[in-house]
């Protein structure tokens, strides 16, 4: 079966630290970008930071970065020097069935603590 | 402001009514699904669009349907709504799916009384 697995149903931080939400999956896609999506409180859901499993390098976007294993099927977040506005759900996928459609984790609540 | 729009935002219903969300988006994507959000459950996929004139069912298909109207617009009914159709529903697109992901509608919430 195609899962993905959020294994923190909530984590916490103090503000400015840093924090590791986990994320592991399984597709049979031989190609693919994996995803974390952020929801904050507004229930937006919102493009966080991608990762091609091709690449070995692992992606960052400002503040915000990656630790992929590919042959673990692992694909964590690391939030550097937490701030308030990151409190929110987060939640990985990744692509299943060609490619066509996403699978997401049951997500991560992450409270930030002043 | 370009994007995805699902309306309405909030809804109350009674047990056994029935309602449509809608959704439309001007990006020009290919593809559009419908997925809902349950506490502990993440997102679940009810139906997909691929492209304009095709629809597939997705993990929890069961009491909805969906029309792919036109290009822009991709629409979910509940013909007999049920109190474990209480949830919060979201509308995406992509245009093909691989680097870009989805873009989200704002979601909706249901409830079902």
């Known amino acids: 079966a195609q899962t993905v697995t959020q294994s923190q149903p909530e984590m916490s931080v103090q503000e400015a630290e840093t924090v590791t939400l986990s994320c592991t999956y399984d597709t049979s896609e031989s190609d693919y970008y994996l995803f974390w999506y952020k929801q904050p409180p507004s229930r937006q859901m919102i493009l966080v930071i991608r990762q091609e499993a091709y690449k070995q390098q692992n992606a960052t976007e400002n503040r915000f970065s990656v630790n992929f294993q590919k042959a673990a099927k692992s694909f964590s977040l690391k939030i550097s020097d937490s701030q308030l506005g990151d409190a929110a759900m987060y939640f990985c996928?990744?692509?299943?069935?060609?490619?066509?459609?996403?699978?997401f984790g049951q997500g991560t609540r992450l409270t930030i603590n002043p | 402001n370009a994007g995805v729009t699902q309306t309405p935002k909030f809804q109350v219903l009674k047990t056994g009514q029935s309602m449509t969300l809608q959704c439309a988006q001007d990006m020009n994507h290919n593809s559009m699904y419908w997925y809902r959000q349950d506490p502990g459950m993440g997102l679940r996929l009810i139906y997909y669009s691929a492209s304009e004139g095709t629809t597939d069912k997705g993990e929890v298909p069961n009491g909805y349907n969906v029309s792919r109207l036109n290009k822009r617009e991709f629409s979910l009914r509940l013909e007999s709504a049920a109190p474990s159709q209480t949830s919060v529903y979201f509308c995406a697109s992509s245009p093909k799916l691989g680097a870009f992901g989805y873009t989200f509608g704002s979601g909706t919430r249901l409830t079902v009384v």
């Open positions: 996928a990744c692509p299943i069935q060609g490619a066509q459609k996403l699978v």
